[in-house]
């Protein structure tokens, strides 16, 4: 059973950083074949794929990014802790959601390649 657990949220003022972790089990990041992505859901909005590494068809640690984040979110993993991180930089009120990863199938999917849902870790920017 593959679970995922997000960590790491909290209150920042705007401008500020956070690095979110995913704590991954069931699956060997740096190993297994894999695509983990962060999501981000606020009531009343989409869920949007923020940021997204995969280790699948030998592209080791390609990494994917939404336009809304590209260039402030750094996705990456640590393959001895078995762990992914969202390093965030300045963050803006409008990144303020529930941040939560998934893994599965592809990178880019919607979400809809992604079989397995970890619970999220709430981040709040303050202006």
């Known amino acids: 059973e593959v679970q995922l657990q997000a960590s790491g949220g909290g209150l920042v003022q705007a401008g500020g950083s956070l690095r979110l972790s995913c704590a991954v089990s069931?699956?060997?990041?740096?190993?297994?074949?894999?695509?983990i992505g962060w999501f981000r859901q606020t009531p009343g909005k989409e869920r949007e794929e923020v940021a997204c590494?995969?280790?699948?068809?030998?592209?080791?640690?390609?990494?994917y990014y939404s336009d809304s984040v590209k260039g402030r979110f750094t996705i990456s993993s640590d393959d001895a802790k078995n762990t992914v991180y969202l390093q965030m930089i300045s963050l803006k009120p409008e990144d303020t959601a529930d941040y939560y990863c998934?893994?599965?199938?592809?990178?880019?999917?919607?979400?809809?390649?992604?079989?397995?849902w970890g619970k999220g870790t709430q981040v709040t920017v303050s202006s």
């Open positions: 998934a893994n599965g199938a592809m990178c880019n999917s919607g979400g809809y390649g992604m079989d397995d």
């Open positions: 069931g699956v060997t990041i740096g190993y297994d074949d894999y695509a």
């Open positions: 590494i995969t280790d699948s068809d030998g592209r080791f640690g390609k990494t």
